[in-house]
C-alpha cells in the first residue's frame, strides 16, 4: 500500500483492504466458476436452413461489404431439374443459361449439362451475394437443396451478428466451431 | 420448347399429389446410368481455429503486464504510446475489434442468465483479465491494451478541461448505459454494446452509416475533450472505475514527494488530476453534515424510484426483445388493424405455431422485462444517489494526485513533474529544493 502510515492500520485503509479482498475473492469465484461453465471450443454463427425463409436481409445486414453468407448447394438433395426455379427467373423467354432467364441477379449459379434430362447448378461463390433469391424458388418448387449457409472463411465472427439482430425467422445460432455448418440432407425428417 | 407456364402447372399438380413441403424430395435425385456423373459434396471451409483466439488471450496478458510495467515501474509516456498504438493495431484492425472485454459484459450476463448458452473459455478470459490487472496495477488496461481507448487517444490534439459538475453528471450515462446493457443481455434480447460500438466500423473498415456517423463524431469531439467514450459512455470503465478505487498499486504523478509546484496541475487532458484542498470555510461543516444525512435518507427512496420507474417502462424497454415485436406485430394484424404482412410474421406463420403461444412467451417476457426493470431502475437511482453523496463529501488532500478512479494511467503527467524529471537526471537538484 501507499499510504505513509504503514504500521498503523487506518480505518480507511483497512476497509479499502478488506473490499479488496473481497473483490479478488470474487473474481478468483468467477473465474472457477466460468472456467467449469464455460466450453473450450469456441462458437460460431450459422443458419438453420430449415428455418430460413430467404427473406434477403442476408445480403445486407452484414457488417462485410459482401456478405460473408453464401447459397450452399446440398447436390445430394437436389433433384438435377432441366427446369430448375432456383436458376430461371419466373416466366422466362426461353429455356437457356442466356442472362435475361436467370433469375440470380449476379449471375452466380453455373448450369452444365450431364445426361438427358438432367443438369448439374454450382455456385460461384465470388459472384453469389446472399440474397437468396434461387434459395427462395428452390423451396417453393423444388426440393430445397440451395440454401443459405455463413462461410466461414468470411464470417468475422462478430460477437453479435448483424444479419442476427435483423433475421425474421430467428434462424440463426451459435454452433460450436468444430461443426460451423447445418447442411441439407437427404435423411432429414 | 415447352410452355413454361404448362411446366409450372404441371409442376403444382404435382405438388399438390405429393403434400407440399419445404425440404421434401419432390424430384427424387438421378442415378445418373449413363454417365456415372458422381454426386460432388458442398465444400466447407472452416471458421478460425481455436488455437487462435488462444493466442489472442495471451497476447491481451501480454500486453496487460507489459502496461503495467510500463506505467508503473518505467513511468516512460513513450513507451506506453508504443505500446496502444500496437494494441490499436492487433485488437482493433487485425482482430477486427472483437471479441473485447467491454462487449464480454454481455456473453458473461447471458451465460449467468440463459443456461443454454455456454461461453467459450476466452471470452471468459477477456472479461476477467483486465479486471484483475485493474485490481492490482489501476485502469492500465485502459492507457495501452484496449483498442477503443487507443484509437480516442490519438485524436485527443486539443484537449481542454470540462468543469468538474459536467464531467460528473455526463459519467452517469456510463452507468446507465452499464445497466440497460445488462438488461438486455440477461433478457436474451440484443448485445447492445456491440451494437453501438462507435469504432469497430473503422477497424473493420466498413459498418453501419449512422454508427459510423457516430464514431466520427466522437473522434471529433475526442480531439478537445479527451477520450470521450471512456469517460462518459465505457461501461466496461464503470466497473474498472470501481476496481481502481481500490487498487493496491496505483499511478502517482510524482516519482517521490509532491513538491506542489502546480507544474501538472493542467497536463491531464481526462481531467484526473485532482489539486490539494483548501481549509474548510466556517459553518461548512454544520451545513454539510445536514446535507449528508439528507443524502442518506434519501437514497432508498432514489433506488425504490429508480426501480418502480424501471418496472413501469417494460413495455417500452421489453420491445427490445424480437418475440415482444414479433408477438406485437402479428396482434395487430389479427385485429385487422394493419394491412399485409411482414417478414417476420409470415415466417412466423409458415412454423405453424399457435398465435396464442406466441402471445404467451411474449407476456412472459415483458414480465421479465418488468422484473429486471426493478433491478435495472433501482441500480440507476442508486448510482445517482451515491453520486450525490460523493460530491458532497470532503476528502483532505494535501497533494497532487491522480484520481484513482478517473486515472486511465496514460502517463503523459509524469514529465510535467520537476521530481520526475530530476529521477531522470534531466534536471539538477536545485529544481527539487524550490
Known amino acids: 500500500m501507499t499510504e505513509n502510515n504503514k504500521d498503523n492500520i487506518t480505518r480507511r485503509r483497512f476497509l479499502r483492504e478488506s473490499v479488496w479482498g473481497t473483490c479478488l475473492g470474487g473474481l478468483g469465484a468467477a473465474a472457477g466458476f466460468f472456467s467449469g461453465s464455460s466450453k473450450r471450443t469456441d462458437t460460431v454463427w450459422q443458419i438453420d436452413p430449415y428455418t430460413c425463409v430467404a427473406c434477403g436481409n ?39 443459361e442466356a442472362a435475361e432467364n436467370q433469375l440470380c441477379p449476379t449471375g452466380a449459379i453455373k448450369r452444365t449439362f450431364i445426361e438427358d434430362p438432367y443438369y448439374e447448378y454450382t455456385i460461384d461463390e465470388k459472384l453469389c451475394n446472399g440474397c437468396g433469391k434461387c434459395v427462395k424458388g428452390c423451396n417453393a418448387f423444388g426440393n430445397g437443396s440451395l440454401f443459405l449457409q455463413v462461410r466461414h472463411d468470411r464470417c468475422l465472427n462478430c460477437n453479435e451478428c448483424s444479419i442476427a439482430a435483423a433475421c425474421p425467422s430467428g434462424a440463426y445460432k451459435r454452433v460450436p466451431a468444430d461443426k460451423p455448418y447445418l447442411l441439407k440432407r437427404v435423411d432429414h425428417a | 420448347m415447352i410452355g413454361f407456364r404448362h411446366v409450372i402447372i404441371g409442376a403444382v399438380v404435382f405438388l399438390v399429389a405429393r403434400g407440399a413441403a419445404s425440404g421434401v424430395e419432390r424430384f427424387p435425385p438421378p442415378d445418373f446410368v449413363e454417365t456415372n456423373h458422381s454426386i460432388p459434396s458442398p465444400t466447407v471451409p472452416g471458421p478460425r481455429q481455436d488455437v487462435y483466439e488462444y493466442i489472442d488471450v495471451v497476447v491481451l496478458l501480454g500486453a496487460l503486464v507489459l502496461s503495467s510495467y510500463l506505467v508503473l515501474k518505467r513511468r516512460s509516456r513513450r513507451a506506453v504510446f508504443g505500446l496502444m498504438v500496437f494494441s490499436l493495431a492487433y485488437f482493433g484492425f487485425w482482430r477486427k475489434g472483437c471479441v473485447c472485454p467491454i462487449g464480454a459484459i454481455q456473453n458473461v450476463v447471458l451465460s449467468i442468465f440463459d443456461r443454454s448458452y455456454v461461453m467459450p473459455v476466452t471470452v471468459a478470459a477477456f472479461f476477467l483479465l483486465p479486471l484483475v490487472f485493474t485490481l492490482f496495477f489501476g485502469r492500465t488496461f485502459c492507457a495501452a491494451v484496449c483498442p477503443l481507448g487507443a484509437i480516442q487517444d490519438l485524436a485527443a490534439l486539443r484537449p481542454i478541461a470540462i468543469p468538474r459538475w459536467l464531467e460528473s453528471g455526463l459519467r452517469l450515462f456510463a452507468y446507465g448505459y452499464l445497466g440497460a446493457a445488462v438488461l438486455f443481455a440477461a433478457t436474451g434480447s440484443a448485445f447492445a454494446i456491440c451494437r453501438y460500438d462507435p469504432f469497430v466500423a473503422f477497424f473493420r473498415l466498413s459498418g453501419r452509416l449512422n454508427i459510423l456517423i457516430i464514431g466520427v463524431c466522437l473522434l471529433l469531439i475526442g480531439v478537445f475533450i479527451g477520450r470521450p467514450y471512456c469517460r462518459f459512455i465505457c461501461p466496461y470503465g464503470v466497473i474498472l472505475r470501481q476496481l481502481s478505487r481500490i487498487s493496491s498499486r496505483r499511478v502517482t504523478i510524482t516519482p517521490d514527494e509532491c513538491i506542489k509546484c502546480r507544474l501538472c496541475e493542467d497536463s491531464c487532458p481526462f481531467g484526473a488530476i485532482r489539486e490539494p484542498t483548501a481549509a474548510w470555510p466556517a459553518g461548512y461543516y454544520v451545513k454539510s453534515k445536514k446535507r449528508l444525512a439528507f443524502l442518506i435518507v434519501l437514497l432508498p427512496a432514489l433506488v425504490l424510484a429508480g426501480g418502480r420507474l424501471g418496472a413501469g417502462l417494460k413495455a417500452v424497454t421489453g420491445r427490445a426483445h424480437a418475440t415482444v415485436r414479433l408477438a406485437e406485430r402479428v396482434y395487430l394484424e389479427e385485429e385487422g388493424k394493419v394491412e399485409g404482412t411482414t417478414d417476420a410474421s409470415s415466417a412466423f406463420r409458415a412454423t405453424g405455431k399457435e398465435v396464442k403461444d406466441l402471445y404467451d412467451e411474449a407476456s412472459a417476457l415483458i414480465d421479465r422485462f418488468g422484473m429486471g426493470g426493478w433491478f435495472f431502475g433501482g441500480f440507476v437511482g442508486l448510482v445517482v444517489g451515491l453520486k450525490l453523496i460523493t460530491v458532497s463529501v470532503r476528502r483532505q488532500r494535501t497533494d497532487y494526485e491522480a484520481d484513482r478512479a478517473s486515472c486511465l494511467a496514460c502517463g503523459r503527467c509524469f514529465e510535467y513533474c520537476p521530481r520526475e524529471q530530476l529521477r531522470l537526471k534531466k534536471a539538477k537538484e536545485t529544481v527539487g529544493k524550490g
Open chain 1, 58 to 96: 442476408c445480403a445486407t445486414y452484414c457488417v462485410l461489404e459482401e456478405s460473408a453468407v453464401k447459397c450452399v448447394h446440398a447436390y445430394a438433395v437436389c433433384g438435377y431439374c432441366r427446369i430448375c426455379f432456383g436458376f430461371f427467373g419466373p416466366e422466362p423467354h426461353d429455356i437457356t
